[in-house]
């Protein structure tokens, strides 16, 4: 028996030799398919540069147990759920470490229709089978196949936009050099043939394992630079970056300004809550206030629910949600197979920047004003739940509330913070908000630094 490390709370990752290589990656294909006895499985995979072995490892994994592999090639994880859906798999792997250091892999795993695999529904299972190894080849192997499926994706992604689009737009966009340059590439031919308007300049555009700019993670300041350099040099009306398997896009303002994804969320209920009132949309714990307000206003009904895409996506399905946004930059959709996409969201920010008189700044301006918030803030300590435990016991004689729906969140008259421990990566990250006040969300956020041990 071989204990595991790289099984997380809703996928796989780990560091590249020792937590997970391509015996392990041959393990976790076998374990799927002894568990699930699938008949075929999607597998695509990003730009590492292991990626294309270890999802060939999976692959000789679930052949060994009669599955049959369709390899959609390098893609977007978003691009496996889709695949899923449409060739009616039983199953799909994307192979990604999405936004963690190069160093790192690993496994983005769903089910039949794209159903969500987490530590609370298989991905335990699938564990325990692959560090037992307690399963042999079967007499007849699998086949395996590649075949693209990006025109059917990329139909899909169009459905989302109406014509006539609206007014000319220049937009930067930024793959950093992950999976989402070919797609950008086809999206462009598209907008040729059928006149939409949209002038994309491409920036850190070519795949690239070695990553020349540095890993595609857009929430860490240090990384916005570029795209934020590039709108003012074209004087574009917005930018937009991706991560690694860009099922995550992060967008900035012409003034090269980042919009938190918080009130992109808030952007999005609103438009969906517009064409369809009195639809569920979720959102996470961290961030609130902006995102309840505007679905209340809008006469949506708001739902809060733990973080974490695999767990979101059950939840969507469960309450049959139309939307749900994470301030991390996850968008999920109903049309979507309730799965998260970083191209959605996207192209629905363009269409209605384009339908605007305003400009990208503008249409959160308001919102930020009303609900500034911190952005979040990585801590790293040794004893992350002593941490968390020395806030809780700070604050919860004056909090309104506390909850612990996904780590510590507490709530005041005119402020509210989260606390939580990561699912991916050794730290802790903190968000604050507050009513109306930058002046008091510095304070705060100073002092629930300095209590953390940052």
Same mark, same amino acid.
């Given at each position: 028996?071989?204990?595991?490390?790289?099984?997380?709370?809703?996928?796989?990752?780990?560091?590249?030799?020792?937590?997970?290589?391509?015996?392990?990656?041959?393990?976790?294909?076998?374990?799927?398919?002894?568990?699930?006895?699938?008949?075929?499985?999607?597998?695509?995979?990003?730009?590492?540069?292991?990626?294309?072995?270890?999802?060939?490892?999976?692959?000789?994994?679930?052949?060994?147990?009669?599955?049959?592999?369709?390899?959609?090639?390098?893609?977007?994880?978003?691009?496996?759920?889709?695949?899923?859906?449409?060739?009616?798999?039983?199953?799909?792997?994307?192979?990604?470490?999405?936004?963690?250091?190069?160093?790192?892999?690993?496994?983005?795993?769903?089910?039949?229709?794209?159903?969500?695999?987490?530590?609370?529904?298989?991905?335990?299972?699938?564990?325990?089978?692959?560090?037992?190894?307690?399963?042999?080849?079967?007499?007849?192997?699998?086949?395996?196949?590649?075949?693209?499926?990006?025109?059917?994706?990329?139909?899909?992604?169009?459905?989302?936009?109406?014509?006539?689009?609206?007014?000319?737009?220049?937009?930067?966009?930024?793959?950093?050099?992950?999976?989402?340059?070919?797609?950008?590439?086809?999206?462009?031919?598209?907008?040729?043939?059928?006149?939409?308007?949209?002038?994309?300049?491409?920036?850190?555009?070519?795949?690239?394992?070695?990553?020349?700019?540095?890993?595609?993670?857009?929430? !860490?300041?240090?990384?916005?630079?570029?795209?934020?350099?590039?709108?003012?040099?074209?004087?574009?009306?917005?930018?937009?970056?991706?991560?690694?398997?860009?099922?995550?896009?992060?967008?900035?303002?012409?003034?090269?300004?980042?919009?938190?994804?918080?009130?992109?969320?808030?952007?999005?209920?609103?438009?969906?809550?517009?064409?369809?009132?009195?639809?569920?949309?979720?959102?996470?714990?961290?961030?609130?206030?902006?995102?309840?307000?505007?679905?209340?206003?809008?006469?949506?009904?708001?739902?809060?629910?733990?973080?974490?895409?695999?767990?979101?996506?059950?939840?969507?399905?469960?309450?049959?949600?139309?939307?749900?946004?994470?301030?991390?930059?996850?968008?999920?959709?109903?049309?979507?197979?309730?799965?998260?996409?970083?191209?959605?969201?996207?192209?629905?920010?363009?269409?209605?920047?384009?339908?605007?008189?305003?400009?990208?700044?503008?249409?959160?301006?308001?919102?930020?004003?009303?609900?500034?918030?911190?952005?979040?803030?990585?801590?790293?300590?040794?004893?992350?739940?002593?941490?968390?435990?020395?806030?809780?016991?700070?604050?919860?004689?004056?909090?309104?509330?506390?909850?612990?729906?996904?780590?510590?969140?507490?709530?005041?008259?005119?402020?509210?913070?989260? !606390?939580?421990?990561?699912?991916?990566?050794?730290?802790?990250?903190?968000?604050?908000?507050?009513?109306?006040?930058?002046?008091?969300?510095?304070?705060?956020?100073?002092?629930?630094?300095?209590?953390?041990?940052?």
């Amino acid at each position: 028996m071989v204990l595991l490390n790289c099984f997380k709370a809703y996928d796989i990752r780990g560091v590249l030799g020792t937590e997970l290589n391509d015996d392990i990656a041959y393990r976790i294909g076998g374990a799927f398919a002894l568990f699930y006895r699938p008949q075929r499985v999607v597998l695509g995979s990003d730009i590492r540069l292991t990626s294309s072995a270890l999802k060939l490892a999976v692959a000789r994994g679930l052949m060994d147990q009669g599955t049959d592999v369709i390899d959609i090639g390098m893609t977007g994880s978003e691009e496996v759920y889709f695949a899923t859906r449409s060739l009616q798999a039983d199953g799909g792997i994307e192979i990604t470490a999405s936004h963690n250091p190069d160093n790192y892999n690993g496994m983005k795993i769903v089910g039949r229709e794209a159903r969500p695999v987490s530590s609370d529904s298989g991905l335990k299972d699938i564990q325990a089978l692959a560090e037992n190894h307690l399963f042999s080849t079967v007499a007849q192997p699998g086949s395996y196949q590649q075949r693209s499926n990006r025109s059917a994706y990329l139909d899909h992604l169009l459905s989302y936009l109406t014509l006539p689009f609206g007014r000319p737009l220049r937009v930067v966009v930024n793959a950093g050099n992950g999976a989402a340059g070919p797609t950008l590439d086809a999206l462009e031919n598209a907008f040729r043939a059928r006149s939409i308007p949209l002038n994309l300049i491409k920036i850190h555009h070519e795949p690239d394992g070695t990553f020349p700019h540095g890993i595609p993670n857009p929430m !860490l300041p240090e990384n916005r630079l570029a795209t934020r350099d590039a709108v003012l040099a074209h004087r574009a009306d917005l930018g937009i970056a991706w991560d690694g398997d860009f099922d995550r896009c992060f967008i900035f303002d012409e003034r090269g300004d980042y919009v938190e994804a918080y009130y992109i969320v808030g952007l999005l209920a609103a438009l969906f809550l517009q064409r369809s009132p009195g639809e569920k949309i979720l959102h996470d714990p961290r961030l609130v206030w902006n995102t309840r307000d505007i679905i209340n206003a809008s006469h949506g009904i708001a739902i809060e629910t733990k973080t974490g895409h695999a767990f979101i996506k059950e939840r969507m399905r469960s309450e049959n949600a139309i939307y749900g946004g994470e301030m991390s930059a996850h968008h999920y959709f109903r049309d979507f197979g309730y799965c998260d996409s970083g191209m959605i969201p996207a192209l629905l920010v363009l269409q209605h920047l384009s339908q605007s008189r305003q400009k990208m700044s503008g249409l959160v301006a308001a919102r930020k004003a009303l609900f500034p918030v911190s952005g979040e803030m990585n801590i790293s300590v040794s004893q992350p739940a002593e941490a968390i435990r020395r806030v809780r016991d700070h604050y919860q004689h004056q909090a309104l509330s506390t909850r612990l729906t996904d780590g510590l969140s507490m709530e005041f008259d005119n402020w509210r913070f989260n !606390l939580r421990c990561s699912n991916t990566e050794p730290l802790l990250r903190l968000n604050v908000e507050t009513r109306q006040s930058n002046a008091l969300l510095a304070e705060i956020t100073g002092k629930l630094l300095a209590l953390a041990g940052a």
